[in-house]
Nanobody, 119 residues
Framework: QLQASGGGLVQAGGSLRLSCAASGRTFSSPVMGWFRQAPGKEREFVAS???????SYADSVKGRFTISRDNAKNTVYLQLNSLKPEDTAVYYC???????????????WGQGTQVTVSS
């Protein structure tokens, strides 16, 4: 019910835009979020957006990433700018009921899309 896309290989300093298409009841969830998981590391919060458009970001991506949602298209986006090698990870979109950076609080998850940043 959540389909993430848009990942790829990019050089440091480059940009990507991730998309997460939601279907069914998932997009009606009040909060949509993006998380990422690098090899050997725990899944970490990246950004979230409420239905009203309120956003929250991890400190590591503030000023570089932008989350947005198009309610008409049932799609959430994550614009990744000024990418760094440490941004390399599988990026997951998620849907939940409350604004939080805790992965466990999200009810639905997409399959993930790989972002690789070369130095």
């Amino acid at each position: 019910q959540l389909q993430a896309s848009g990942g790829g290989l990019v050089q440091a300093g480059g940009s990507l835009r991730l998309s997460c298409a939601a279907s069914g009841r998932t997009f009606s969830s009040p909060v949509m979020g993006w998380f990422r998981q690098a090899p050997g590391k725990e899944r970490e919060f990246v950004a979230s957006i409420s239905r009203s458009g309120s956003t929250s970001y991890a400190d590591s991506v503030k000023g570089r990433f932008t989350i947005s949602r198009d309610n008409a298209k049932n799609t959430v986006y994550l614009q990744l700018n000024s990418l760094k090698p440490e941004d390399t990870a599988v990026y997951y979109c998620a849907a939940g009921q409350v604004t939080t950076n805790r992965a466990r609080a999200y009810d639905y998850w997409g399959q993930g899309t790989q972002v690789t940043v070369s130095s």
